[in-house]
């Protein structure tokens, strides 16, 4: 059977966004470890990334303000985790100046090759304050540009609606197509079936939530599977 799935993704691979970077935020609870979308994710937590240098203080501004919400609940914070990540630019002195402030005690890593950046956002130069929301398959769904000297409340809902309904989408077991609560080959079978237009489609394989069924929705069920066993 596993041969069966190798086949299926030696078609076309998926490459889902990631890093591991190490928490420098001395009021963060996972100080000091190496965190992301991975590692939240082994915890059944998706992450929200905020990226920003740690110079400017209107990004700090954000950073404070997604740091409030995520004190005080705005969404499920045992299935959604704020990371802030940055470059190192400026130093420990500006380091404390975006993490040093009370209640700024969510993760903060750092990225001085602009890696990730450019994996994430598209670019090394891309426009900071940037919020990117990955789903349960490390897809990226969500990419939100902040200016100015903050979220507005608009921004505020549009953000916590996406979390929200990316939250609820994790809450539930994508791709179990039978509906055993585990995830095997005879969800690829059926999700296959379905690319093919022999059965009804039902959005519940729908692994890249593209809104359709098709080769990649059974190429990222298949890795999910084989990163599983």
Known sequence: MKKILFII?????????????????????????????????????????????????????VFTQLCDLSNNNAWDTEKAVLVGLGNGSGGQGALDGMAGIDGNNAAWVQDPNLETWEEFLGSSSAPRRQVVLLDGNLNKRYQFQYSGGGITNAQEIELLNAIDELINEFSQLQGDMNQDNVLNVLDVIIVVNMALGNIEIDLTGDMNNDGGINILDVVILANIILTDE
Do not use: M
Request: with cysteine; glycine share 8%.
């Open 9 to 61: 993704l030696s078609i076309c691979w998926i490459f889902p966004l990631d890093y591991s970077l190490e928490d420098v935020n001395e009021t963060s609870e996972t100080f000091g470890n190496f965190v992301g979308p991975s590692h939240f994710l082994a915890q059944d937590k998706l992450t929200i990334t905020f990226f920003a240098w740690e110079t400017w203080g209107g990004w700090r501004t």
